[in-house]
């Protein structure tokens, strides 16, 4: 009696189609590389054709890779924000005292945008002809180091012998206080602050908000305080 075949099988991969995909990873990884180079050396205003130019493949190739420059932008805001959580991850397991713990998470942020103004730039804005409104990447980054924080600060309170229910509202509220506070100064080039004073502003007003809140759950804090000590009393 003949083997009976199942019609709705699907073929596995032979070694063509990995091939394939390991070609069009390669490829997507040198758009997005040139891509990125592309806006450091002249700003957001680059057009598919210098990307394509600068990667080494027809422009037709960057459209078989990506939708459309939609696909492409926010593409780009992904690999952009892996570079920033490089810089920002560290400062989300704080060390040191509480002022130093915020200090370093502070000056971890502002140092790489100062060193990657225009990629920044591009994170808020995107490209001239597809400006952002609401990148899931940028979204949903925020929303990570907001509930990465929230953790830290749950545990905090709950070593303390406190209710960690404040944690959530402390944690996106602090992300939004940066993300403001760091976004209008870049955008205002008559700003009467240096980045210094930017960092001293942030770094005061993130130590307020918690001490302001701890207070008001009897905890009664100082900032040379460990944070070791905060998570082990």
Same mark, same amino acid.
């Given at each position: 009696m003949p083997e009976r075949v199942d019609a709705t099988a699907r073929p596995g991969p032979d070694g063509r189609a990995t091939r394939w995909d390991d070609h069009k990873a390669?490829?997507?990884d040198r758009i997005?590389?040139?891509?990125?180079?592309?806006?450091?050396e002249g700003g957001a205003d680059v057009g598919v054709k210098q990307?394509? #130019?600068?990667?080494?493949?027809?422009?037709?190739?960057v459209y078989r890779?990506?939708?459309?420059? +939609?696909? %492409?932008?926010?593409?780009?805001?992904?690999r952009i924000l892996e570079r920033l959580m490089e810089h920002v991850t560290p400062g989300l397991t704080p060390a040191g005292t509480i002022r130093e713990a915020i200090v370093d998470?502070?000056?971890?942020?502002?140092?790489?945008?100062? #060193?990657?103004?225009?990629?920044?730039?591009? /994170?808020g804005t995107?490209?001239?002809?597809?400006?952002? $409104?609401?990148?899931?990447?940028?979204t949903g980054t925020k929303t990570a180091i907001a509930v990465q924080l $929230?953790?830290? /600060?749950? #545990?905090?309170?709950?070593? %303390?012998?406190?209710?960690?229910?404040?944690? #959530?509202?402390?944690?996106? +509220?602090?992300?939004?206080?940066?993300?403001?506070?760091?976004?209008?100064w870049l955008s205002n080039p008559q700003s009467a602050l240096t980045i210094e004073q930017l960092s001293d502003f942030l770094t005061v007003s993130i130590w307020q908000v918690l001490d302001?809140?701890?207070?008001r759950l009897g905890v009664d804090v100082d900032p040379t305080t460990p944070v070791a000590r905060l998570m082990h009393p």
């Open positions: 390669d490829r997507r997005l590389d040139a891509a990125i180079a592309a806006i450091e990307i394509a #130019e600068r990667a080494g493949v027809p422009r037709s190739v890779i990506f939708s459309g420059r +939609g696909d %492409l932008d926010e593409q780009l805001r992904a998470a502070v000056d971890n942020y502002l140092r790489w945008i100062v #060193e990657a103004p225009r990629l920044h730039q591009f /994170l995107g490209s001239p002809s597809h400006r952002t $409104t609401g990148s899931r990447a940028v $929230t953790g830290l /600060l749950e #545990e905090v309170l709950r070593s %303390l012998g406190k209710d960690s229910g404040l944690a #959530e509202s402390l944690a996106f +509220g602090l992300i939004g206080l940066v993300d403001v506070s760091v976004n209008r302001g809140n701890l207070r």
